[in-house]
């Protein structure tokens, strides 16, 4: 969930940049409340050939999002 400012940043680039993984986005929206961006977005993370790669994006998001939910699939 991407609330106030981090619903306007590239997390996702950077973290495909940084970290080497390939996102997918699986779905996605932007409600605002009041004029605050509330944004919510499903994605698929996959490094093939490096798996530490994936958890360290999804660290990475953490730290920069108001909440994050894994998925296992």
Known sequence: MFIGDSAEQPVLSEVAIKFG??????HGKIEYIGERALGILVVQLTA???PTAVAAAVEHIRQRTAQVE???G
């Open 70 to 72: 894994v998925i296992r």
């Open 48 to 50: 093939p050939h490096n």
């Open 21 to 26: 993984v390939a996102v997918n986005i699986l």
